[in-house]
């Protein structure tokens, strides 16, 4: 099939509408994640965690944490390794669980599950009897402690959950404050006929491209969700940048009507840095791990679209003691126009009347 040939702003377009951030709002919280395909947790609260950031630039003024507190207990929401997913997709990720333990055979992991398997079975029946519970009320009767160069060193009550979660058994059933909730799978995810892994694999590319819009078929491997679709959608060329694209066919010819939103750092817009530099001329690095005097944008600065263009990141501080949202910079990239200088600073204002402070 002939490569579409994309000009780098309608290519820009494509990404943005697929991420429901143009005016035309989606209809409600599950109806966006379920396009987005997943919604990244982070406990960093800055302004507001990251996930509700998300939801609110692009519900608005009418969504509350409250919704989705609500859309997770009535389980529209399952949480998967830090990221809430809609409910019925978890059929796309069920073949793999049970197969975890044939496909980590003979690896550290797998050798370390198998000899620990009384330990799992302890945590188990503790669950079915009291479920669910924090980690902290689970026993750790491990007979080979788990070894690790990093913060998991010992850590195994934490680590046999990720081997439980990983073999389909358990699942994150709610949290108290930020502490996770566990308890067993049956009991959590909805009952529905897993999905043969090659055409689980299919779906889940076709799924990523409908929220991405534009991506490559292969890109690198990134930490918690990948940013590649394989041979999902079509073929595409974007003008002025290297290589073959993959596009999302139901955005082409779709008109943008832009509006200026206000970005998590933790957006999905954003998670592949390669592609957001190739398309938008966009740098922009999380900032809260550096020393203070290294960073260039702030804290925790929010990047700043408008229309199909990246302009700016916000640095912002949340005082909800003082009652306050403090904007101690505004970094533009470039000089902006009197209608986007205008528009961002409207945002800035719903931002704070969003989180009932006074803007200062």
Request: charged share 25%; proline share 7%; with cysteine.
């Amino acid at each position: 099939m002939k490569a579409h040939v994309l000009s780098m702003l309608q290519a820009c377009a494509i990404a943005v509408r697929a991420q429901w951030l143009g005016a035309d709002r989606p209809p409600d919280l599950v109806s966006f994640v379920r396009r987005a395909t997943l919604l990244q947790l982070d406990p960093t609260s800055a302004i507001a965690p990251s996930a509700d950031l998300v939801l609110w630039s692009r519900l608005g003024a009418g969504y509350t944490p409250e919704d989705l507190r609500g859309a997770l207990e009535r389980r529209e929401l399952i949480e998967l390794d830090a990221l809430l997913r809609p409910a019925e997709d978890i059929a796309l990720y069920t073949a793999g669980m049970a197969d975890w333990s044939a496909r980590h055979a003979g690896t550290g992991i797998g050798q370390w599950a198998e000899a620990n398997e009384a330990f799992a079975a302890d945590v188990l029946a503790r669950l079915r009897t009291d479920g669910p519970l924090p980690s902290r009320d689970l026993p750790d009767t491990c007979v080979v402690p788990w070894r690790s160069t990093g913060w998991t060193n010992n850590r195994n009550v934490t680590q046999i959950l990720e081997v439980l979660v990983a073999q389909g058994l358990v699942a994150v059933a709610g949290r108290a404050g930020k502490e996770r909730l566990w308890d067993l799978a049956e009991r959590v995810y909805p009952a529905v006929p897993p999905v043969p892994l090659p055409e689980a694999a299919r779906r889940r590319d076709e799924r990523r491209l409908q929220s991405l819009g534009l991506a490559r078929a292969k890109a690198a491997k990134q930490p918690m969700e990948p940013v590649h679709v394989g041979e999902a959608g079509e073929p595409a060329e974007v003008e002025g940048v290297p290589g073959t694209w993959r596009v999302d066919p139901a955005q082409l010819g779709q008109e943008l009507e832009p509006r200026v939103a206000l970005l998590s750092p933790f957006d999905r817009l954003l998670h592949d840095r390669k592609r957001l530099q190739e398309l938008f001329g966009f740098e922009y690095v999380l900032e809260m791990y550096k020393p203070a005097a290294s960073r260039r944008w702030g804290y925790y600065a929010l990047p700043v679209l408008a229309g199909d263009r990246l302009v700016g990141k916000l640095d912002a501080t949340a005082d909800r003691k003082a009652g306050t949202l403090a904007i101690n910079a505004l970094h533009w990239d470039g000089e902006p126009t009197r209608k986007v200088r205008s528009a961002v600073e409207d945002e800035i204002d719903a931002l704070a009347a969003w989180l009932a402070l006074e803007r200062r």
